[in-house]
């Protein structure tokens, strides 16, 4: 990792992708600055040098370069143009890199905002769980200004293996919602398929071996497959933030004329999750709603 890089950044949203994201990107800029609505998550970072600010704004007034990992779109919209947000402090000729999974019309309406006040916004979703956030190998897709994208490319190399580059902020969001979209499918084929063999008397983990050694396999599959076996569901990705995804992109989808049908059904499914108590468990929990329909 590059440790001598020119812009101060700031970074905003320590939650489980946005902690080892700011770690990494903590060493690689002349002043790093911090905000999440929780302080104290922020501790490791305060340790090892970043300095404390008490809303968004203040990040932006003292970076050239302002990252953030939110939760949802209201989120993303209260810290980027809230009173005290991103775009209250960003000096002209500032940028704005937000990483969240959000909603192709906000990132649009975002760039335009900013483009307004002589700053710069771009959406790179990333595609990758802890563990790649953590070791620096995420897949990301950068939608916006080309030539701002080359400033930020630096940066954004600290976190990815691989970026896709767009023109328009909007065009990233949709295929981070579009590969999203594969997540929720496969889970809910992975949690069908073992409840069907469990009913069926088949072993489960056989299930797991036959698709591992054939065309089908898929680490999802191998990892989650085992999780749900071992009755482990400690959040990588929380069950309520599918959800808000799957939501995402079936509004997304309907705004182009994309009909989603299987991933309606996939809705219902995680509706009736997390309505029984398991938003904040890992997204495979689904497999327990799957449970409840047939009686466990």
Avoid at 47 to 72: K, R, T
Avoid at 265 to 272: C, D, G, H, P, Y
Wanted: glycine share 8%.
């Amino acid at each position: 990792m590059e440790t001598h890089m020119q812009h101060t950044l700031g970074f905003i949203g320590l939650g489980m992708m946005g902690m080892p994201m700011a770690k990494r990107l903590a060493t690689a800029g002349a002043r790093f600055s911090i905000y999440n609505r929780t302080q104290s998550k922020a501790e490791s970072l305060l340790s090892a040098g970043a300095q404390w600010c008490e809303n968004p704004s203040a990040v932006a007034s003292q970076s050239d370069i302002v990252f953030s990992m939110v939760s949802n779109p209201d989120a993303l919209r209260e810290i980027a143009l809230g009173p005290n947000g991103v775009l209250a402090g960003l000096k002209p000729g500032g940028i704005h890199i937000d990483t969240s999974t959000v909603s192709p019309s906000l990132t649009r309406d975002l760039a335009l905002r900013y483009a307004e006040r002589r700053c710069f916004f771009l959406h790179a979703p990333v595609l990758g769980s802890i563990p790649q956030a953590t070791d620096g190998t995420l897949l990301m897709f950068a939608g916006g200004d080309q030539v701002v994208y080359q400033t930020a490319e630096p940066y954004l190399k600290i976190l990815s293996k691989q970026i896709w580059k767009f023109d328009h902020p909007e065009q990233a969001t949709h295929l981070k919602l579009i590969c999203n979209l594969f997540i929720a499918g496969m889970i809910t084929t992975l949690g069908q398929a073992l409840n069907f063999a469990q009913k069926a008397d088949v072993d489960q983990r056989t299930v797991l071996d036959v698709i591992g050694q054939s065309q089908l396999t898929s680490p999802m599959y191998q990892t989650k497959g085992t999780s749900i076996l071992q009755n482990n569901f400690a959040p990588r990705f929380f069950l309520e933030h599918m959800l808000k995804d799957i939501n995402l992109m079936l509004d997304a989808a309907r705004d182009v004329g994309a009909p989603l049908p299987a991933i309606e059904i996939a809705q219902e499914l995680f509706s009736e999750a997390r309505s029984a108590g398991l938003g904040l468990e890992d997204y495979s929990a689904v497999v327990k709603a799957l449970q409840a329909r047939g009686g466990k």
